[in-house]
């Protein structure tokens, strides 16, 4: 009986934990195109980004990759990774959470191509 009440603890915990969700990324750009993602277990100083990653896209070519939370999805610009300003600005095309699906268009990423 004592091994029940660890395994239940544990269970609960897990169905009151936020779920990740999984973010469906298209390119919709005629040129390959640097990401970078930045969920909400990303810290706020530029020496560690913690669970930040980026990847190429190559022009027509969609990624699945996991969101914790709210996740901020940028674009490189001019050689550089979209900063903690541009995060801290962000519009709500370059936010996204749960399952969504998003494209790069024009170099920016946004939940609807126009």
């Not at 915990?13 to 469906?24: E, L, Q, R, S």
């Not at 970078?36 to 699945?64: H, I, M, Q, R």
């Not at 995060?87 to 936010?95: F, G, L, R, T």
């Not at 494209?103 to 946004?110: C, D, E, H, K, P």
Request: glycine share 10%; hydrophobic share 40%; net charge negative.
């Amino acid at each position: 009986m004592r091994h029940k009440l660890p395994v239940v603890t544990t269970l609960a915990m897990f169905a009151f934990a936020p779920a990740a969700g999984a973010v469906t990324l298209t390119n919709l750009d005629g040129n390959s195109v640097q990401i970078l993602v930045c969920d909400e277990n990303c810290p706020s100083d530029d020496e560690y980004w913690g669970s930040a990653f980026d990847f190429w896209l190559a022009p027509g070519e969609t990624k699945t990759f996991a969101c914790s939370g709210e996740c901020f999805v940028g674009s490189y610009y001019d050689g550089h990774s979209p900063t903690l300003g541009d995060m801290a600005v962000a519009d709500d095309d370059e936010m996204f959470s749960g399952d969504e699906h998003g494209y790069i268009q024009n170099g920016f990423a946004v939940h609807t191509p126009k």
